[in-house]
T-cell receptor, first 117, second 108 residues
Framework: EAGVTQSPTHLIKTRGQQATLRCSPI?????VYWYQQALGLGLQFLLW???????NRGNFPPRFSGRQFPNYSSELNVNALELEDSALYLC????????????????FGDGTRLSIL | DAKTTQPNSMESNEEEPVHLPCNHS???????IHWYRQLPSQGPEYVIH???SNVNNRMASLAIAEDRKSSTLILHRATLRDAAVYYC?????????FGTGTRLQVFP
């Protein structure tokens, strides 16, 4: 079974540009989550998509946005890039069974490393 | 969100058992206890989770205290590949809230 795949592996941008990161979930998983892992800040929840809708977002500005496609893959867009956006961006997927999510493990990709020059 | 407390680091020798502790005194009845680990240059990897009873899978065992205020992840025979940061997370919602975890070093 193929795991969560993310592309690109590395992305280099300059301040003010826009970045698009992509994620393909495990087959059969409908929920996709995005996390940011910046140096010194640990892993922080960014966004959750399920069935094509944004269901929850973390404490990040609106220039962080995304979408989920009918095939459940997802894109994370970061506009007006700032130096502090340099981080590893991780995507995870899970099954969504019922409305209670505590019992569903999340499976992560290896991330996209975004560097802002 | 309920908080967990883990030691910053632990050491083990190869082929020895490792017991990684986690305290979660404010756990609620609907919180599942999840463990993930992150190897260098990789995304986090799901290890195991449970609610009240002890759990076993091919990777590890999870021992949960009767009052659920603490738990222990047990690696039965550590290998060099088990060197990673291990995160204990309480979860009853969509997102995972990662703390700083325990950095496990394994020596040959």
């Amino acid at each position: 079974e193929a795991g969560v795949t993310q592309s690109p592996t590395h992305l280099i941008k300059t301040r003010g540009q826009q970045a698009t990161l992509r994620c393909s979930p495990i087959s059969g998983h409908t929920s996709v989550y995005w996390y940011q892992q910046a140096l010194g800040l640990g892993l922080q929840f960014l966004l959750w998509y399920d069935e094509g809708e944004e269901r929850n977002r973390g404490n990040f500005p609106p220039r962080f946005s995304g979408r989920q496609f009918p095939n459940y893959s997802s894109e994370l867009n970061v506009n007006a890039l700032e130096l502090e956006d340099s981080a590893l961006y991780l995507c995870a997927s899970s099954l969504r069974v019922g409305t209670y999510l505590g019992n569903q493990p999340q499976h992560f990709g290896d991330g996209t490393r975004l560097s802002i020059l | 969100d309920a908080k967990t407390t883990q030691p910053n680091s632990m050491e083990s020798n190869e082929e020895e058992p490792v017991h990684l502790p986690c305290n979660h005194s404010t756990i609620s009845g609907t919180d599942y206890i999840h463990w993930y680990r992150q190897l260098p240059s990789q995304g986090p990897e799901y290890v195991i989770h449970g609610l009240t009873s002890n759990v076993n899978n091919r990777m590890a065992s999870l021992a949960i205290a009767e009052d659920r205020k603490s738990s222990t992840l047990i690696l039965h025979r550590a290998t060099l590949r088990d060197a990673a940061v291990y995160y204990c997370i309480l979860r009853n919602t969509d997102k995972l809230i990662f703390g700083t975890g325990t950095r496990l070093q394994v020596f040959p």
